[in-house]
């Protein structure tokens, strides 16, 4: 079955919009600049924007049209990519209490570029800024701990 562009658009909008509504109603924690309302807001936010963009049909002109595949090549896992999210949650369960989220982080997000597609030289900056954000967003803004293992973060 093959939806329209406007229809999934609506969807995402409408689940934005029903995700910011539900967000923006948790109570405040005291003594909190960022409180739970926060997370949902923006994501809320983020879904409503993306709806309207699929909706419109913005964005439309710059998709590069699909090549032939040539087969798999070293990365190129073909069907087996649908392995990859939960090989990967795996790892960082076992992997991120002795190696640290940064480092863990990091062969994740590297790993994850390379199995879909990614150019190495994406990929490389890429896992070595994603991690970082991702803690310095936890760390600072959640306040939520994340291990430190052999490469502690620099805050």
């Known amino acids: 079955m ?10 995402l ?14 109570p405040a924690v005291p003594g909190q600049d ?10 809320g936010s983020g879904l409503v924007i ?15 049209p699909e090549e032939e595949a ?23 369960v076992y992997a991120s209490e002795p190696l640290g989220f940064l480092l863990t982080g990091a062969i994740m997000v590297f790993v994850a570029a ?5 150019w190495p030289r994406l990929a490389v900056p890429l896992a070595i800024v994603a991690p970082l954000l991702v803690h310095l967003a936890f760390y ?4 939520v701990p994340l291990p430190a293992g052999v490469l502690p973060a620099p805050w």
């Open 34 to 43: 960022v409180g739970p309302a926060a997370f949902p807001l923006v994501i």
């Open 70 to 92: 040539a087969g798999p090549g070293p990365w190129r896992l073909g069907g087996l990519r649908a392995l990859v999210p939960p090989a990967l949650l795996a790892f960082y």
């Open 140 to 143: 600072k803004l959640l306040r």
């Open 13 to 26: 909008v409408a689940l934005g919009g029903a995700a910011a509504l539900v967000g923006s109603r948790l």
């Open 50 to 64: 993306c709806g309207a963009l699929i909706a419109f049909g913005i964005g439309r002109s710059f998709e590069v």
């Open 2 to 11: 093959h939806l329209s562009d406007r229809v999934t658009g609506a969807v």
């Open 114 to 118: 390379l199995a879909l597609g990614a």
